[in-house]
């Protein structure tokens, strides 16, 4: 009896490697390694007085905190004059449009850690962006995840994701 329970698991597993692989839909993505030069996966994340834009292949994501949206308020500088930025939390309106998509709008949270912060994401040695929330678009709701990190200088993980 187990061999034959072994024999139908293994063919099954072969059976699903030989499969052809499916295409994610277009509200999600990513890489590993990801190249922040232009072409291909290139990203742009401007700060601005009123919120933050996420450009990524897969998509847009954009936050307006919730008050002023001011970041200096959130600037730290550093006992070595490096400034750190850091939103932790920060509460607000997000829209979410994938490549392709329409826009969909709603509120969410929005977490930034930026070391050593020049403005210039594309000087940027480390950095993670998070934008969480629930959206809505033509009547029906969803929740939306944006993230965006880079390490050592290299993009490491990005996607954007409507569920």
Known sequence: MRLNVAAIVISGLVMGCTDTPTQPDATSGG??????????GATMVKFGQTGVDLNLPTGTCMFRPDGTGNYNNFLRTNT??????????????????PTGGRAWTGTGRANVIWPNYRGDVNTAAWFEMTIV?????????????????????TAVE???KLQ
């Open 80 to 97: 070595d004059g490096s400034v750190f930025l850091k939103l932790q939390d920060e509460s607000g309106t997000i829209t979410v449009i």
């Open 158 to 160: 990005w996607f954007v």
């Open 31 to 40: 890489a590993p390694a990801l190249s922040r030069d232009s072409g291909i």
């Open 133 to 153: 929330g629930t959206v809505s678009a033509a009547g029906k709701t969803a929740h939306a995840t944006c993230v965006y990190r880079i390490a050592n200088g």
